[in-house]
């Protein structure tokens, strides 16, 4: 069969199983409730002070019964994961599957399994009231950017987008600052305000607690897929 054919054989019939993945992770993910997702690292080691401050924001959500949804894996995804667990809320992994890195963590007590990239990050916005970006790779900045774009196109709530660890993303917004608002205008004023940035977990908490409690904040996500 040549490529050309293989293509109309094969294509069309991804759609079943693209639809497959959106209805599994659909009906599993609307039973988990008021979320906060925090993306970061697989590569971060449980000794590491990202790994700790991780697991202390995912024990501080569960205490404000909001459900911590990771990628699934392991390093800051386990971390939040773990200390969800521990507070006893609901622990959400939603796990891809990869040839380097990516394997479940013990910790999701909600696990959701996808093979397409795409299906995964509909469903970490929207079902999350909240973001928190901790130190991480490619993933991670391809999270973050997305995720803010979103936000400042108005495409969904103004969210609380948290950068977690100033030495790390301090020279990121400095770039951003100076080279797309200031020097070549490729962003508004006002754009990079859209993210908080902190070294404490108690006050990732405390941002994403006042959103959550705010007068319609729930509503609005809802409202934002419609």
Known sequence: MSESNHFIREDPWRIFRIMAEFVDSFQTMSQVGPAVTVFGSARTKPGDKYYRAA?????GLARH??????GGGPGIMEAA???AGQAGGKSVGL?????HEQTGNRYANVPVHFHYFFARKVCFVKYSLGFVFMPGGFGTLDEFFEVVTLVQTGRIPQF?????GREYWEGLLHWMKK???LKHKYI???DLDLVKIT???AEVVEWIRLYAHGMGALEEISKAFA
Not at 55 to 59: F, W
């Open 55 to 59: 697991q202390e924001i995912g024990k």
């Open 65 to 70: 019964n909001l459900a911590v949804i990771t």
């Open 81 to 83: 994961n773990r200390g």
């Open 95 to 99: 796990n891809i599957e990869l040839p």
């Open 160 to 164: 609380p987008l948290v950068l977690f």
């Open 179 to 181: 080279e797309l608002e």
């Open 188 to 190: 508004s004023p006002g």
């Open 199 to 201: 070294d404490d977990p």
